[in-house]
């Protein structure tokens, strides 16, 4: 039973501690409270990274309450909860966020100086959580933020990996990995819970002389949780992200340890320990890997199984669930979920079939976050049979009901039922996880409305075919309170000026009142020196880390996103190249001075994304060092991008790239950062560029290059790449350069294959619409009045792309939820 001693109760629902709220002689007196009784250190003694330690617990504080009494609301309100699935959060640094999100920064900042510190310098202490790679990530990192500051009730479920994405350090020009041992110094933001656990199994066999069936598992793994605090801005709330841990058990391998085999049990569970060791460093492609495998089923099962008690704590029947609950899977990495729900309902709650299933569709969603057949997941059936064999047994059964219940009755021939089938015939079968997620899900979504469209046209068509109303779009967002508040302070200070206070930051569409100010030459100017500031405060970081002198008045054209063939980082270095001849050709020219800054990680084996890696820093050593082209042309790859490092590069670029293929990014969200922050985009019509070329429109963004369709056209006529080399001498001189080794003289066929490939992503077909575009960005570069005119109007017409926009879509279109009410909230006291 619980009880509640009446002390401890007031101090949850009077806010004691936090009302009123503290000034900067209680938050020193914390921070100082926090190194001397928590972390055990004398003052004299402490370093910078201990003052963080001391602060963050010092700033937790300020949020635990809130983060609990929310707790308590939904309880007591019985509150349909959203449950947000991911095997990555990037979350990235927490407590600056957490101090503009509680309006406590001045505070901190008061409190650090009377102590003799610096806040910004020891800010920097903390290290950046990457429990994730890319947009992806990211993205749910967003959509907390938006849920806790939207007073959704929502939890996040994810993995507490040991080493999140690798640290990139460039030696010799290549990118090298080396671990990244984010948990070091102790993570003050997370509360251990050591009681919250549950048993996960592996292995074993299937009994099928009962019903249900009975399996009986070769191994168990204890998930033990962490909550992060979630806060949201501004407000009295705060969500969890609830992070899984795998922990020595009490229960490991079953069948040796019943047979007194001590130490090959031990073994075992230290090989199971693994589990929540390390992220995979894929970004959109799909690893067939059995640990990886595990992860997943790891953080399925554990959040399945809380998610079950949770509702068991508010509603005494099982019955209720879908009434009670969302759960919602970012792309298909989590999509056993929904074998693994049906399992505990059959086996566990003694549900017929269809009863569990029918309970299934109303629980589950599912997004797309990408069209590219090398990131679909498809796992062996083999594989899944050795692993999860109930789970196997689930999907079968899943696959027949819909075959012989759903697609057969409307008259689909044998073709059409190979085709939509969960299981992928031939010589190795294959589970087809995303089939599966739209089987069973109520909605599927795409990220920005032509991936959406095409999704429903090519890869899902056949499933659009049978349920054309479970398909929907909802076009990703950014969070402006890390985007602007955080990454860009003199920004934000600037919308508070212009747009009559800080509304702005939970309700973006004010920005358009900027449309009216826009050809104000003061305001156009004071924007300017806004941009100046960080472009200034970016080229001091290079030049302190790479030694590497930029001047801060050259145009900043910045491309930083993983690397990838289809994001074509390689195109951008041909326009690189080609405007390094064209100087040499032309030294008296005009020329617009320009800085061109990389940055982005490859995964481990990805031979040409490390290549490509390679060849920017071949080509930024070469060009840097010619005297000839002065500083008009200055080469900079910064190692070890992060979400940290967004913040530092975002705020001072000129020009966005996002250059990829037409019809391969989904959506891309950098995009939305870079124009919330005043830089133009020079892009495709890619995924949510489109979008932004529609809010912003077409004189305020450089389009260039092959439509959708007629990408499409060149891949059916059997796209050539010599059809454009061939016929574009400026081009050949290009590719002839990089792939004979003008920029790596000691070895000249290093680049050959990067050049003279199949060319997938159609590079060449693009390449004098992308130089012809870039032509326009010089031109208007150079007058500055129409340059900053459009960076306002980009600004002004941004606020569509807030995450809260995407979430309220979410809730009202696929979630059904409410959020907590003003009535509902407790009043302060
Ligand atoms: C990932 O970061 C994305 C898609 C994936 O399938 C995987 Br796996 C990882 C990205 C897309 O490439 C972006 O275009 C998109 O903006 C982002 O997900 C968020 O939706």
Same mark, same amino acid.
């Given at each position: 039973a619980k009880t509640t001693p009446t002390a401890a109760k007031n101090l949850l629902t009077t806010y004691d501690y936090i009302n009123p709220k503290p000034d900067a002689e209680l938050v020193r007196k914390s921070i100082?409270?926090?190194? &001397?009784?928590?972390?055990?250190? /004398? $003052?004299?003694?402490?370093?910078?990274?201990?003052?963080?330690? +001391? #602060?963050? !617990?010092?700033?937790?504080?300020?949020?635990?309450?809130?983060?609990?009494?929310?707790?308590?609301?939904?309880?007591?309100?019985?509150?349909?909860?959203?449950?947000?699935?991911?095997?990555?959060?990037?979350m990235g640094r927490a407590f600056t966020n957490s101090l503009i999100n509680q309006d406590l920064y001045g505070a901190f900042e008061q409190a650090f100086k009377e102590l003799?510190?610096?806040?910004?310098? &020891?800010?920097?202490?903390?290290? /950046? $959580?990457?429990?994730?790679?890319?947009?992806?990530?990211?993205? +749910? #990192?967003? !959509?907390?933020?938006?849920?806790?500051?939207?007073?959704?009730?929502?939890?996040?479920?994810?993995?507490?990996?040991?080493?999140?994405?690798?640290?990139?350090?460039?030696?010799?020009?290549?990118?090298?990995?080396?671990?990244?041992l984010w948990l070091d110094n102790g993570m003050a933001w997370q509360f251990a819970r050591p009681a919250k656990r549950f048993p996960v199994s592996f292995g074993g066999t299937l009994d099928t002389s009962h019903y249900p069936p009975r399996w009986k598992p070769a191994e168990q793994i204890n998930a033990v949780a962490y909550d992060e605090i979630v806060p949201a801005f501004g407000g009295q709330i705060a969500n969890p992200l609830r992070l899984w841990t795998a922990h020595t058990g009490d229960l490991f391998n079953l069948a040796s340890f019943n047979e007194g085999d001590y130490f090959s049990s031990m073994e075992a569970q230290m090989k199971n320990e693994t589990i929540a060791n390390v992220l995979y460093p894929n970004d959109a492609t799909a690893v067939g890997r059995e640990l990886r495998l595990k992860q997943e089923y790891f953080l399925v099962s554990a959040s399945v199984q809380d998610i079950i008690a949770r509702h068991l704590c508010r509603y005494d029947s099982i019955h209720t669930l879908p009434e009670d609950v969302a759960i919602h899977l970012n792309d298909t990495h989590p999509v056993l979920a929904i074998p693994e729900l049906m399992r505990i309902l059959i086996d566990d709650y003694y549900l017929p079939f269809d009863q569990a299933w029918a309970m299934c569709q109303k629980i589950f969603s599912y997004t797309n976050h990408t069209l590219m057949s090398e990131a679909l997941e498809k796992w062996s059936v083999d594989m899944m049979a050795q692993l999860l064999p109930r789970h196997l047994d689930i999907i079968y059964k899943i696959n027949h009901h819909f075959i012989e219940n759903v697609v057969r009755p409307q008259g689909y021939d044998d073709d059409f039922i190979r085709r939509v089938s969960i299981i992928e015939e031939g010589?190795?079968?294959?589970?087809?996880?995303?089939?599966?997620?739209?089987?069973?899900?109520?909605?599927?979504?795409?990220?920005?409305?032509?991936?959406?469209?095409?999704?429903?046209?090519?890869?899902?068509?056949?499933?659009?075919?049978?349920?054309?109303?479970?398909f929907t779009n909802v076009t990703n967002g950014v969070t402006p309170r890390r985007w602007i508040a955080v990454a860009n302070p003199k920004l934000a200070r600037f919308l508070d000026k212009h747009l009559g206070g800080s509304g702005w930051l939970t309700d973006l569409n004010q920005l358009n009142q900027l449309n009216k100010l826009v050809d104000n030459k003061d305001i156009q100017n004071e924007f300017a020196n806004v941009k100046h500031a960080a472009k200034v405060r970016l080229a001091e970081y290079i030049q302190r880390e790479m030694n590497?002198?930029?001047?801060?008045?050259?145009?900043?054209?910045?491309?930083?996103?993983?690397?990838?063939?289809?994001?074509?980082?390689?195109?951008?270095?041909?326009?690189?190249?080609?405007?390094?001849?064209?100087?040499?050709?032309?030294?008296?020219?005009?020329?617009?001075?320009?800085?061109?800054?990389?940055?982005?990680?490859?995964?481990?084996?990805?031979?040409?994304?490390?290549?490509?890696?390679?060849?920017?820093?071949?080509?930024?050593?070469?060009?840097?060092?010619?005297?000839?082209?002065?500083?008009?042309?200055?080469?900079?790859?910064?190692?070890?991008?992060?979400?940290?490092?967004?913040?530092?590069?975002?705020?001072?670029?000129?020009?966005?790239?996002?250059?990829?293929?037409?019809?391969?990014?989904?959506?891309?969200?950098?995009?939305?950062?870079?124009?919330?922050?005043?830089?133009?985009?020079?892009?495709?019509?890619?995924?949510?560029?489109?979008?932004?070329?529609?809010?912003?429109?077409?004189?305020?963004?450089?389009?260039?290059?092959?439509?959708?369709?007629?990408?499409?056209?060149?891949?059916?006529?059997?796209?050539?790449?010599y059809d454009f080399i061939d016929n574009d001498p400026e081009l050949a001189q290009v590719v002839n350069q990089i792939a004979q080794g003008a920029f790596s003289p000691d070895e000249p066929h290093r680049y050959h294959k990067l050049m003279h490939n199949r060319d997938e992503f159609q590079r060449y077909a693009d390449f004098r619409s992308y130089v012809n575009a870039q032509a326009q960005v010089d031109k208007l570069y150079r007058q500055p009045e129409k340059w900053y005119r459009a960076a306002l109007v980009n600004m002004a017409n941004m606020g569509y792309f807030s995450s809260d926009r995407s979430i309220e879509d979410y809730c009202r279109e696929i979630w059904r939820i409410e959020p907590v009410s003003e009535q509902e909230l407790p009043r302060l006291a």
């Open positions: 100082v409270y926090k190194l &001397i009784f928590i972390l055990g250190i /004398d $003052p004299k003694d402490a370093t910078p990274a201990d003052w963080l330690n +001391a #602060a963050m !617990f010092a700033a937790r504080d300020l949020s635990t309450e809130n983060f609990l009494s929310t707790r308590q609301i939904h309880e007591k309100f019985k509150k349909r909860t959203v449950y947000y699935l991911s095997m990555e959060f990037l003799g510190l610096n806040l910004a310098d &020891i800010s920097e202490q903390e290290a /950046d $959580p990457a429990l994730g790679n890319g947009g992806l990530g990211r993205l +749910a #990192a967003c !959509f907390l933020d938006s849920l806790a500051t939207l007073r959704v009730p929502a939890v996040g479920y994810g993995i507490r990996y040991q080493y999140g994405m690798f640290k990139q350090e460039i030696v010799d020009g290549k990118q090298i990995e080396k671990p990244d010589e190795q079968r294959q589970v087809r996880m995303a089939w599966l997620a739209v089987i069973a899900s109520h909605k599927v979504n795409g990220v920005a409305k032509i991936h959406s469209d095409l999704m429903v046209s090519s890869l899902f068509a056949d499933f659009a075919a049978l349920f054309p109303e479970r590497i002198t930029i001047n801060p008045n050259a145009l900043f054209d910045v491309q930083i996103k993983r690397i990838h063939a289809y994001k074509r980082q390689s195109m951008n270095v041909l326009h690189i190249v080609h405007r390094y001849n064209q100087i040499l050709n032309n030294p008296n020219a005009d020329w617009q001075p320009r800085v061109f800054i990389l940055a982005g990680k490859a995964a481990s084996s990805y031979n040409e994304a490390k290549q490509t890696i390679r060849l920017i820093n071949d080509i930024a050593y070469f060009i840097n060092h010619d005297e000839r082209v002065r500083d008009l042309i200055k080469v900079v790859f910064i190692p070890n991008y992060s979400v940290s490092l967004a913040e530092l590069i975002i705020p001072a670029a000129d020009l966005s790239e996002q250059i990829s293929l037409a019809g391969k990014e989904a959506s891309g969200t950098s995009n939305m950062k870079f124009a919330l922050n005043g830089a133009l985009t020079i892009g495709t019509l890619d995924g949510a560029n489109v979008e932004i070329l529609q809010h912003v429109g077409a004189e305020n963004i450089f389009i260039f290059g092959n439509t959708v369709e007629q990408v499409q056209t060149l891949y059916r006529n059997g796209y050539n790449p």
